[in-house]
T-cell receptor, first 113, second 110 residues
Framework: NAGVTQTPKFQVLKTGQSMTLQCAQD?????MSWYRQDPGMGLRLIHY???????DQGEVPNGYNVSRSTTEDFPLRLLSAAPSQTSVYFC????????????FGPGTRLTVT | QQPVQSPQAVILREGEDAVINCSSSKALYSVHWYRQKHGEAPVFLMILLKGGEQKGHEKISASFNEKKQQSSLYLTASQLSYSGTYFCGTEIPGANNLFFGTGTRLTVIP
């Protein structure tokens, strides 16, 4: 079991560029989510999905898009990167939902200049 | 809706005890604790459900007082491996996600 994997580990973007952060899990978990972690802010939920074809917004969804075409994959798209999106991004999965044990990926450190 | 954690940081010598608190202004269904080592992903420690039960594994335990909307994490006889940032996540009625605190940075020194 690889658990939750994320690519890339590091990324530098220029303002206005778009990109996709990849997330995959091999535990057959229904629930997947994206968090961003900023210094002094803790983890904040961006988007989540309760199953293939179903996604919803979290606390800080603006500027991000998600889709869930398979149980395994949950990519996060930055539509037009802004310096305020400089952060560490974590993908997580859980068997049933956020109120069960969540398994986090290793994170993607994104810098927008 | 974000819970408040205290202290923000604590330094311990090996073998000392520590308590980390998590407090919410909202009624809670459950409290979750995670630990994150520097440069790594958060790792699940435990969930506490309504009922005030105390849970634990090894020398790390926690309690949940639903009336006070508070949870405390207890680390006894700390080890170097306990160093990291501890986050609480709170589940409130009507929300389909956890709200995480800003973390408590724990450093254990020899």
């Amino acid at each position: 079991n690889a658990g939750v994997t994320q690519t890339p580990k590091f990324q530098v973007l220029k303002t206005g560029q778009s990109m996709t952060l990849q997330c995959a899990q091999d535990m057959n978990h229904e629930y997947m989510s994206w968090y961003r972690q900023d210094p002094g802010m803790g983890l904040r939920l961006i988007h989540y999905s309760v199953g293939a074809g179903i996604t919803d917004q979290g606390e800080v969804p603006n500027g991000y898009n998600v889709s869930r075409s398979t149980t395994e994959d949950f990519p996060l798209r930055l539509l037009s990167a802004a310096p305020s999106q400089t952060s560490v991004y974590f993908c997580a999965s859980s068997h049933r939902g956020p109120t069960y044990e969540q398994y986090f990926g290793p994170g993607t450190r994104l810098t927008v200049t | 809706q974000q819970p408040v954690q205290s202290p923000q940081a604590v330094i311990l010598r090996e073998g000392e005890d520590a308590v980390i608190n998590c407090s919410s202004s909202k009624a809670l269904y459950s409290v979750h604790w995670y630990r994150q080592k520097h440069g790594e992903a958060p790792v699940f420690l435990m969930i506490l459900l309504k009922g005030g039960e105390q849970k634990g594994h090894e020398k790390i335990s926690a309690s949940f007082n639903e009336k006070k909307q508070q949870s405390s994490l207890y680390l006894t006889a700390s080890q170097l491996s306990y160093s990291g940032t501890y986050f609480c996540g709170t589940e409130i009625p009507g929300a389909n996600n956890l709200f995480f605190g800003t973390g408590t940075r724990l450093t254990v020194i020899p």
